[in-house]
């Protein structure tokens, strides 16, 4: 199946921010170059107020390089 970078950033971001957060913006960096092969993505959350979730991400190449990185803010379900 072929995701596009975003789609896949996005998605990866969307696990670590938590069931039921809605995206509220996104910026995504790419590389210069384009790459073949599988990619590795590594999403973290930065910091979480009690309605928001501030969340990095990152897909790399087999060979380590930087395919694609991108920081998003997702506002949290409040009861």
């Known amino acids: 199946m072929d995701t596009s970078l975003s789609a896949q950033l996005e ?3 969307r ?3 938590g ?3 809605a995206l509220t913006s996104m ?6 170059e384009a ?3 599988a990619l590795e993505q590594k999403a973290w959350v930065e910091r979480a107020t009690r309605s928001l979730v501030f969340a ?16 998003a803010v997702f506002r949290r379900a409040v009861d």
Request: no cysteine.
């Open 11 to 13: 998605a990866a971001l």
């Open 56 to 71: 990095q991400g990152e897909l790399r190449r087999p060979n380590g390089s930087l395919a694609a990185s991108a920081s």
């Open 19 to 21: 069931d039921g957060s």
């Open 27 to 32: 910026t995504i960096d790419f590389a210069a």
């Open 35 to 37: 790459g073949e092969g």
């Open 15 to 17: 696990d670590v921010a």
